[in-house]
């Protein structure tokens, strides 16, 4: 069946089609995404076979085979943030598919800036930046990212597979399933012939794990020209949702320089750099607020080298999230107070703040956003909750939404778990056809300027 055009369908029609579709769900019992699945496309087919809402459903229904076979292709090619030339290959693979899909690409690339602390101007995976011209009145721009956490030779402990409801693989739910969606979102509004926005954009960045340090000017300037922004990491872990609110992310760096000297003939000659450095970590691991979300973690040291040399050098990394941008500002104030106070005489202590990520706060847009899509989720029978608050995880919604012309909403992507985790990553196979049937409805309602604010 060729379904015919979303945008003929008047609105009474839709409606109509809804509540069919709605009350065959009830009757069924409690919602649950393989239930939506199954009455989709009975349901579908025998209420309204010729509706553009009955045509989405069934074409998101239709997607999830070929939706798990791109994912496959996505795991199967590794791309850790610093993994330049797998994050090369993907997005030339990446182009090639929204080329297909008729979009006008580009693959751009991306630098961190100089004063980076790790990273200092070094070369990052390219950014893929991908427009189409439709008939509707709104800018609709679609963003996921294509890095991981994982260094390259790692995929064999994690292979792509499918058990029951779940796909494995690495780097699966954060965030290969949010850049399928937004492949399949695209080639799903394609073959409706669905076009209700004045544009698509997709924005594909390498760099999202490290902070986005060569996309985020980019992110910032592609939110300011969209009217909507939807971002694709995971969706929920046992339940659906999507996020109003990220932390904002900032890195601490300390170095400490002391004084080398025999560590058996002249100890006390040495000035200790591991005992001071461990002296502020100790000293500063307690300066977080648990009430207020403000976290502060050491999480990479380094020091000395040689067994017996009292070392000169050490220094320590730390990850410190808020949220909101002025704890940032708190927390580095205590730090450089800190450090002031020192337990061995004669070192110097150097601490390097840099603010990584700012936190998203979510503007009147981005919340009727979020209720609209709460709305179209209840038409299919299902709970989408909406998260006002952050709990420490920092995305690119932030730079997008640093000075929004429209909304941005976060977690457009698929219910999954374990990311950045060393156990299996895996996303829900249940979800695939409702979150698909979700974007592409929010691109439509969106773009023809049916969702107010
Ligand atoms: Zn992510």
């Given at each position: 069946m ?5 945008r003929?369908?008047t ?6 089609i ?32 010729a ?13 999830v ?9 996505l ?92 796909a ?7 965030d290969?399933?949010?850049v ?5 979102t ?7 012939g669905?076009d ?39 969706g ?30 002249n ?11 461990a ?35 050490a ?15 708190v ?56 998260r006002?608050?952050a ?31 060393n156990?299996?990553e ?9 979150r698909?049937y ?7 309602d ?8």
């Amino acid at each position: 069946m060729i379904p015919p055009l979303y945008r003929s369908i008047t609105r009474a029609r839709r409606n109509a089609i809804i509540i069919a579709s709605f009350c065959a769900i009830g009757a069924i019992g409690p919602a649950a995404p393989s239930a939506w699945a199954q009455s989709a496309e009975q349901g579908g087919r025998a209420a309204v076979a010729a509706s553009g809402d009955a045509g989405l459903r069934q074409g998101a229904q239709a997607q999830v085979q070929p939706f798990l076979d791109t994912l496959r292709e996505l795991v199967e090619i590794e791309s850790g943030s610093r993994d330049l030339e797998g994050l090369k290959r993907l997005s030339g693979v990446l182009a090639q598919k929204l080329k297909a899909a008729d979009f006008q690409v580009e693959v751009l690339p991306a630098r961190a800036p100089e004063f980076h602390p790790m990273l200092k101007g070094a070369e990052l995976g390219p950014m893929v930046y991908a427009r189409k011209t439709g008939r509707g009145q709104k800018k609709v721009l679609l963003i996921a990212h294509m890095d991981t956490v994982y260094p390259k030779g790692t995929l064999g402990k994690q292979p792509f597979r499918v058990e029951g409801n779940r796909a494995y693989g690495l780097g699966i739910a954060d965030d290969k399933a949010g850049v399928a969606l937004i492949l399949h979102t695209v080639g799903l509004l394609r073959s409706l012939g669905a076009d209700d926005y004045a544009e698509l954009g997709v924005l594909f960045n390498g760099d999202e794990e490290i902070g986005s340090p060569g996309s985020a000017a980019m992110l910032t300037e592609l939110g300011s020209q969209y009217d909507a922004v939807f971002s694709f990491e995971g969706g929920g872990g046992t339940r659906d949702m999507v996020r109003l609110a990220t932390s904002s992310i900032a890195i601490a760096e300390l170095k400490v320089k002391g004084r080398a000297s025999h560590a058996g003939g002249n100890p006390e000659g040495g000035r200790n750099a591991i005992y001071e450095l461990a002296h502020q970590i100790m000293k500063t691991r307690s300066f977080g607020n648990d009430a207020k979300g403000l976290k502060i973690n050491w999480t990479v040291i380094e020091g000395g080298g040689v067994r017996n040399v009292i070392p000169a050098h050490a220094s320590a990394i730390a990850d410190i999230r808020s949220l909101n941008n002025e704890d940032l500002d708190v927390m580095e104030k205590a730090l450089r107070e800190a450090i002031k106070e020192r337990l061995i005489p004669d070192t110097e202590v150097e601490l390097t703040f840099y603010r990584s990520r700012p936190a998203f706060v979510a503007n009147a847009a981005s919340v009727a956003m979020a209720r609209h899509a709460q709305t179209v989720f209840s038409e299919i029978g299902l709970p989408l909750e909406i998260r006002d608050r952050a709990t420490g995880g920092g995305t690119d919604a932030a730079f997008a939404g640093l000075r929004p012309k429209g909304g941005v909403l976060e977690s457009f992507g698929l219910r999954g778990f374990g990311a950045h985790s060393n156990d299996n990553e895996y996303i829900i196979t249940d979800s695939i056809a409702p979150r698909l049937y979700l974007a592409t409805r929010m691109v439509l309602d969106v773009g023809s300027a049916k969702v107010k604010w």
